[in-house]
């Protein structure tokens, strides 16, 4: 009863459903790779943004310029442009600085991690600066890590979440993917493949959420850290169906962490109890009853959002094809 109320809930909601298109900069450095020796810090806050500028006067001098000040709804900014001079050397006695107003400036975001720039009459495009990999939302590596993900529509508030882990290489019919599973999972359990699809360049994430059930995420990396697309739960032997739902997921541990190389991630906190866990010595052991309890939740979960999605009409051919070479790889991954 649980479940079928779940799912009247869910087409209630779906009458109302609309996508809302916002914008989410992000902070941090960027740069333009054709102009090299310059670069800009850019920091938000709620909807103050203060800007950063490292560059060179016309005598080929360092110099810095900044400006802060309000957002212009979510993608734009304009205000002025203060030099600072006469600041103090490290190590030496304290002058008396001085911020010098030496024009205009504005910057219209494209996403999070694209804009274009327009400072004291000069106009350059800039992107955020990966210092790591070139550019990690541009290959498969981009998915490294565990990743912390809400699945739902703004105006149906019936949500729902999924956390994957991805630290391993696997080449399948020469596509290189990163594998992975389900957080708390290992081995043949609820594995996850990770892939990217140069020809409409969208990721692709299959998890074996169930006994019976898919998960599919397609998806763009609008930041660093973080992915936003669809998401459909769907019946192992068929075809993807329906408009999906929106989902949008951040990373919550990097690629060194998963690695075990001690990098960055979130503290993750486990109550025994709360799972019906058995010490024994210094292994945790799952009650099998708790284990095939959870399994059937799961699967009960997964039909609930699967028999959803079925009324919401037909997927892209694209989707489809990305979809079906993660499953081929997974099923050699499987075997």
């Not at 002058?95 to 504005?106: I, W």
């Given at each position: ?61 360092p ?26 050397c490290f190590?030496?006695?304290e ?12 910057i ?18 800039i ?32 949500y ?16 290189t ?28 994430v299959?998890?074996?959420s ?79 009853a ?31 094809t ?6 081929r ?7």
């Open positions: 009863m649980r479940f079928k109320h779940f799912y009247m809930v869910l087409v209630f909601f779906s009458l109302f459903t609309g996508i809302a298109r916002a914008n989410s900069p992000e902070s941090g450095w960027w740069w333009n790779p054709a102009e090299g020796g310059r670069g800009y810090s850019i920091e938000i806050q709620d909807n103050q943004l203060f800007f950063a500028a490292y560059s060179y006067d016309s005598n080929k001098q110099v810095w310029y900044y400006s802060s000040g309000t957002l212009t709804g979510d993608s734009s900014y304009s205000g002025r442009v203060v030099k600072a001079v006469n600041g103090a190590g030496c006695s002058g008396a600085p001085q911020s010098l107003d030496v024009g205009s400036m504005s219209n975001f494209n996403g999070g991690k694209d804009a274009t720039l327009n400072i004291l009459g000069f106009t350059t495009n992107t955020r600066f990966d210092f790591v990999n070139g550019d990690n939302t541009n290959y498969p590596n981009a998915c490294y890590g565990e990743w912390a993900a809400t699945m739902g529509n703004a105006s149906f508030p019936v729902y979440g999924e956390r994957m882990r991805f630290q391993n290489v696997y080449n399948s019919g020469g596509t993917y990163l594998s992975g599973n389900r957080a708390g999972a290992s081995g043949a359990n609820n594995i996850a493949l990770c892939s990217y699809s140069p020809s409409n360049k969208t990721w692709g299959l998890v074996d169930s006994t019976n059930y898919y998960e599919y995420f397609s998806f763009q990396f609008t930041g660093f850290n973080r992915m936003e697309g669809t998401t459909w739960t769907f019946l192992k032997g068929t075809t993807l169906s329906g408009n999906g739902l929106n989902f949008v997921a951040f990373r919550t541990a990097s690629k060194s962490s998963v690695l075990g190389q001690g990098g960055p991630s979130t503290t993750k906190l486990i109550s025994p109890k709360s799972v019906a866990q058995i010490r024994e010595g210094s292994t945790i052991v799952l009650d099998p708790v284990v095939q309890k959870i399994a059937n939740l799961r699967s009960a979960h997964d039909k609930s959002i699967a028999d959803y999605m079925i009324q919401n009409g037909p997927v892209l051919p694209t989707l489809q990305n979809l079906s070479n993660l499953q790889a997974m099923t050699t991954m499987q075997k």
